[in-house]
């Protein structure tokens, strides 16, 4: 009994995770698929379904061999979308790697700190999350305006002369992300660094390391799955961020996700949006794959 059971436990284990993503990913992504190949109605939903779940599934093959893929081709075909793709990956990297720069002497200090003020700090870098992410990228429009509070600091100190015009920039939507990312960066970093052996570090510098030399051939190697996990929560959201650019960006800040909300909630052409979603996620799938090869390796170089 005891071995039937443990088998029932070991094979509920692994399908909730699959039920999982069953649910939460894969069902709404073939909704919004589907949506993508409707055509703009003047209705409530403001589409015409391609087809429907009631269908027999005769009607299914029908329609399926019919299908339209109009969406698709009006995307390729329109410049404005690709330079919006382009433009979300471009902003979406190098925020993810200054707030890797940022993060990661942060991280390292965390771990180094006596243990009885780690939590004290691991709490400060949460802190943030307490407030709304809305108030708080609010409060950067008040911060970085030509009559802001930064400003008003450099032209005290004599710094500048003119008040420097950073709001509604792409340095704006850069300070905003690496500022809102920060804490999921510095989370599994904190995690990667304070579980290092610090008799590691002592060894290598035995036999004639530098401690920079033992920085780099023992602690960054170390740390490298907690460095892919950090560039996975900050790159992925992102690439789709939409309060950010909208706020602190200007006309010319263009990423995809005010492109899609522009089309859902401006235009309300549902099947369009549907069609930036799916591309946006299949653009996505690329860089998940290479960060999960990634962590593979770094998982068994850790072996």
């Known amino acids: 009994?005891?071995?039937?059971?443990?088998?029932?436990?070991?094979?509920?284990?692994?399908?909730?995770?699959?039920?999982?993503?069953?649910?939460?990913?894969?069902?709404?992504?073939?909704i919004v698929f589907r949506i993508s190949l409707s055509t703009k109605a003047l209705s409530v939903p403001p589409y015409d379904p391609a087809f429907n779940w009631s269908d027999s599934f005769s009607d299914?093959?029908?329609?399926?061999?019919?299908?339209?893929?109009?969406?698709?081709?009006w995307l390729a075909g329109d410049p404005l979308y690709f330079n919006a793709y382009v433009q979300s990956?471009?902003?979406s990297g190098i925020s993810t790697i200054l707030t890797l720069l940022i993060a990661y002497p942060i991280a390292y200090g965390m771990a180094q700190a006596a243990r009885s003020i780690r939590?004290?700090?691991?709490?400060?870098?949460?802190?943030?999350?307490?407030?709304?992410f809305l108030i708080r990228v609010y409060s950067w429009m008040s911060i970085l305006s030509t009559t802001g509070l930064l400003n008003q600091l450099l032209m005290t100190l004599?710094?500048?002369?003119?008040?420097?015009?950073?709001?509604?920039?792409n340095t704006a939507v850069y300070?905003?992300?690496?500022?809102?990312?920060?804490?999921?960066?510095?989370l599994p970093l904190y995690s990667s660094l304070e579980?290092?052996?610090?008799?590691?570090?002592?060894?290598?510098?035995d036999l004639g390391c530098t401690p920079i030399g033992a920085f780099w051939r023992v602690t960054f190697p170390l740390s490298v799955p907690g460095v892919i996990a950090g560039c996975m929560l900050v790159f992925i959201p992102a690439v789709g961020e939409f309060v950010i650019p909208d706020l602190l960006g200007g006309s010319e800040t263009l990423m995809i996700g005010k492109v899609l909300w522009s089309e859902f909630y401006?235009?309300?052409?549902?099947?369009?949006?549907?069609?930036?979603?799916?591309?946006?996620?299949?653009?996505?799938?690329?860089?998940?794959?290479?960060f999960q090869h990634m962590q593979a390796k770094a998982d068994e170089k850790g072996r």
């Open 1 to 30: 009994m005891r071995t039937l059971g443990s088998a029932i436990y070991q094979r509920l284990v692994i399908i909730i995770p699959y039920a999982w993503l069953l649910i939460f990913f894969l069902a709404p992504f073939l």
């Open 60 to 73: 299914w093959w029908d329609k399926l061999q019919s299908m339209s893929f109009d969406n698709y081709t």
């Open 89 to 91: 990956l471009k902003i």
């Open 119 to 132: 939590p004290t700090l691991l709490m400060l870098v949460i802190l943030p999350f307490w407030t709304s």
């Open 158 to 169: 004599g710094i500048i002369h003119e008040p420097l015009v950073i709001l509604n920039t």
């Open 175 to 186: 300070i905003g992300m690496v500022y809102s990312y920060l804490p999921f960066m510095v």
């Open 195 to 205: 579980k290092m052996d610090g008799t590691l570090i002592e060894a290598a510098q």
């Open 266 to 290: 401006g235009n309300t052409d549902w099947p369009l949006a549907s069609a930036v979603a799916t591309i946006l996620l299949l653009v996505l799938v690329v860089p998940i794959v290479f």
